[in-house]
């Protein structure tokens, strides 16, 4: 026989990582003294190389009378009662195990059964995860500062996708993703298509050589500009309209957008796509901020740096306009010559 143990029946499961947690703890009290870097600053909760972008996992545990020897236990995870599209993790003789990277506010049902000698299942338990922001993924140990850009609410009361795009840092090179790691993303996660924006590192020196596995994305190397005020100069509007002409179209998602860090130049594509997808300012700017948690988060990784450099930079567009989200608008139409993408990227990302 094999009980479930935990979650419970209808338990809420955080998967916000200890870090994160203290992040928004302390969050509040240091928007009060912006200036102010003191010690207990979130961007000052690492040092250079230590990655605490992780999230937490949810650990799934049963009790089980069968003989060791028989023991062959596997885990099944979907978020329907019939199991359509399960997740299975194979436990072996081990009564727990855990697994990383299932969606923030979301219904989970599981079971646990034995292929062993003796065949047994437990009855089905459900879950729920709590509905927290952000929704960080966990690739694997070399991996930073990877999210999932959906969870959130927009302005209008209208959620943002999950599973659709997944920011972050480099998976070779400056930190090489491990083959575990390469197979959350290409497999687990289901990525199709790989957004590289470190084209500004390579202006002089050899392209990089792609790594043999990743192969099985997609591939899309841009010369991207980060928070530097830039975004609305000729070759940054290019480069721009490259990325978002890709994220226009849905065969290419899940879709993977990468520089560096995660930091600058992703961040500013997903501000840009934030603002079109009608998310309210503050949390953009956190959004920015939650950048501190990774390997190279530092002291001004604040909403001042976005405030004074992307959003000047965006009513240069139209000085007239004083609605920051008309401007990404006017932005996509006159800068990028996407008026289209403005209904498409709606479309996509938010649920009905």
């Known amino acids: 026989m094999i009980v479930n143990f935990k979650p419970t029946q209808g338990e809420s499961v955080s998967l916000m990582g200890e870090k994160t947690k203290l992040f928004f703890d302390i969050y509040d009290e ?12 979130p961007w000052s909760l690492i040092s250079l190389d230590k990655d605490v ?17 028989q023991l062959d236990i596997v885990l099944h995870i979907a978020e329907t009662k019939d199991f359509r599209s399960e997740m299975t993790v194979m436990a072996g003789v081990a009564t727990s195990c855990e697994k990383y990277n299932l969606k923030t506010g979301t219904r989970y049902y ?34 930073t500062n990877v999210r999932d850009a959906g969870g959130l609410v927009n302005m209008d009361g209208k ?18 993703l491990t083959d575990e790691g390469f ?7 289901g990525v199709k298509l790989d957004i590289d924006l470190r084209g500004t590192d390579y202006v002089d020196r050899p392209l990089p050589v792609r790594d043999e596995r990743a192969m099985s994305m997609d591939y899309i190397f841009v010369y991207a500009g980060g928070y530097d005020g830039a975004i609305d100069n000729k070759e940054q509007c290019e480069e721009c309209r490259r990325v ?31 603002l079109i997808l009608r998310i309210d300012m503050e949390t953009l700017m956190l959004d920015y901020e939650l950048s501190a948690l990774s390997c190279d988060g530092w002291e001004d990784r604040s909403r001042e740096w976005l ?13 007239e306009c ?31």
Not at 159 to 173: N, P, T, V
Not at 248 to 274: E, W
């Open 110 to 143: 599981w079971y646990a059964e034995n292929r062993g000698e003796q065949n047994a299942k437990s009855a089905v338990t459900s879950f729920v995860t709590a509905d927290e922001f952000p929704r960080m993924i966990y690739l694997d140990k070399m991996g």
């Open 30 to 41: 240091c928007r009060k003294y912006p200036k102010e870097m003191s010690a207990d600053a």
């Open 53 to 69: 972008s992780f999230p937490k996992p949810v650990t799934f545990s049963w009790i089980c009378d069968i003989p060791r020897d």
């Open 322 to 352: 004083v609605d920051i989200y008309r401007l990404c608008e006017i932005y996509f139409e006159k800068c990028l010559g996407l008026p289209d993408a403005i209904i498409k990227l709606r479309e996509i990302f938010l649920e009905e």
């Open 159 to 176: 959620r943002i996708r999950q599973g659709l795009l997944y920011r972050g840092g480099s998976i070779d090179k400056a930190r090489t």
């Open 244 to 274: 978002f002409e890709k994220l226009c179209d849905r065969s290419n998602y899940p879709a993977y957008v990468h520089c560096h860090s995660g930091m600058d130049r992703t961040g500013t594509i997903l501000f840009l796509l934030g």
């Open 183 to 189: 197979r959350t993303l290409t497999e687990e996660l």
């Open 307 to 319: 405030s004074e450099r992307t959003v000047d930079s965006l009513r240069r567009v139209a000085p």
